[in-house]
Nanobody
Framework: VQLVESGGGLVQAGGSLRLSCAAS????????MGWYRQSPGNQRELVAT???????NYADSVKGRFTISRDNAKNTAYLQMNSLKPDDTAVYYC???????????????WGQGTQVTVSS
């Protein structure tokens, strides 16, 4: 299973970016998918998660500005980021809980990360 993020880049404060995370490979089901971020000197932190049924959860710092969504048919999760702030600058990572077979335990996979830089 591979998770590939895209959509990062440089944007001015107040701008928007949309990140994508596409899962590929052979698996039975993608469970919860999530976005995390890590800035230099800080621990990786949760940004948002979404279940296969569409239930979402957000960090307080991004509520009202970021929206997580997913397209189960495309095995892809998205993170729409609006009203970006310099504090949002970080490497953004996608993760997913994956069941390889119907009877297997869930394993967690991570993408390679995509850089988001917000200039003031």
């Amino acid at each position: 299973v591979q998770l590939v993020e895209s959509g990062g880049g440089l944007v001015q404060a107040g701008g928007s970016l949309r990140l994508s995370c596409a899962a590929s490979g052979s698996f039975f089901r993608l469970n919860v998918m999530g976005w995390y971020r890590q800035s230099p000197g800080n621990q990786r932190e949760l940004v948002a998660t979404i279940t296969s049924g569409g239930s979402t959860n957000y960090a307080d710092s991004v509520k009202g500005r970021f929206t997580i969504s997913r397209d189960n048919a495309k095995n892809t999760a998205y993170l729409q980021m609006n009203s970006l702030k310099p504090d949002d600058t970080a490497v953004y990572y996608c993760n997913a809980g994956v069941k390889t077979y119907s009877y297997s335990r869930e394993s967690v996979y991570w993408g390679q990360g995509t850089q988001v830089t917000v200039s003031s």
